[in-house]
T-cell receptor
Framework: GQNIDQPTEMTATEGAIVQINCTYQ??????LFWYQQHAGEAPTFLSY????GLEEKGRFSSFLSRSKGYSYLLLKELQMKDSASYLC????????????FGSGTRLLVRP | DAGITQSPRHKVTETGTPVTLRCHQT?????MYWYRQDPGHGLRLIHY???????DKGEVSDGYSVSRSKTEDFLLTLESATSSQTSVYFC???????????????FGSGTRLTVV
């Protein structure tokens, strides 16, 4: 089975940088996804990491350490529209492409 | 963007009644998934399908059944709805491992189900 932990809520200031952590325990691991979900909407894909290291996509970066079972999502130059929930999800190591999600981190960006 | 629609968008039903939710895709993707989302639990996998008539259980499958008679449609049925099944239900689709790593799942807009 898989267990994924991430903080429930975080608050940050517009223009700042915030790091959302995710730890996972898996019986089979095939990569780590991050999704963004605004209230009342569907999740949207942000990033995927399968190798150790940092992947950068504009203001968003995602990091993975497989040996530590740890990932983080880094958001730079925060904007008010970044207020949303951020979901960490681990892919299982089989042909089903199932994703197991954490409970999500609700980020509030204040002016 | 992949075409995926869920119906209905909202439903209120009574305890003990059967309910069927529909997920329809126009992308010919092989893999389809049903998740439920509840406060404090995130998204939990109910059932998934890896082809026509090929389905399997997820972590919270009790009380739910699914069917996939055509590539484009994946139906989720609550045989006898209970208040604990009040939730937001999301359908997701995926094609292959390459597309999954590039684009992740594509999610439908969700169905908000209330069982009273």
């Amino acid at each position: 089975g898989q267990n994924i932990d991430q903080p429930t809520e975080m608050t940050a200031t517009e223009g700042a940088i915030v790091q959302i952590n995710c730890t996972y325990q898996t019986s089979g691991f095939n990569g780590l996804f991050w999704y963004q979900q605004h209230a009342g909407e569907a999740p949207t894909f942000l990033s995927y990491n399968v190798l150790d290291g940092l992947e950068e996509k504009g203001r968003f970066s995602s990091f993975l350490s497989r040996s530590k079972g740890y990932s983080y999502l880094l958001l730079k130059e925060l904007q008010m529209k970044d207020s949303a929930s951020y979901l960490c999800a681990a892919a299982e190591l089989d042909s089903s492409y199932k994703l197991i999600f954490g409970s999500g981190t609700r980020l509030l960006v204040r002016p | 963007d992949a075409g995926i629609t869920q119906s209905p968008r909202h439903k209120v039903t009574e305890t003990g009644t059967p309910v069927t939710l529909r997920c329809h895709q126009t992308e010919n993707h092989r893999y389809m998934y049903w998740y439920r989302q509840d406060p404090g639990h995130g998204l939990r996998l109910i059932h998934y399908s890896y082809g026509v008539k090929d389905t399997d259980k997820g972590e919270v499958s009790d009380g739910y059944s699914v069917s996939r008679s055509k590539t484009e449609d994946f139906l989720l049925t609550l045989e006898s709805a209970t208040s604990s099944q009040t939730s937001v239900y999301f359908c997701a689709i995926s094609e292959s491992s390459d597309r999954l790593t590039l684009y992740g799942y594509t999610f439908g807009s969700g169905t908000r189900l209330t069982v009273v």
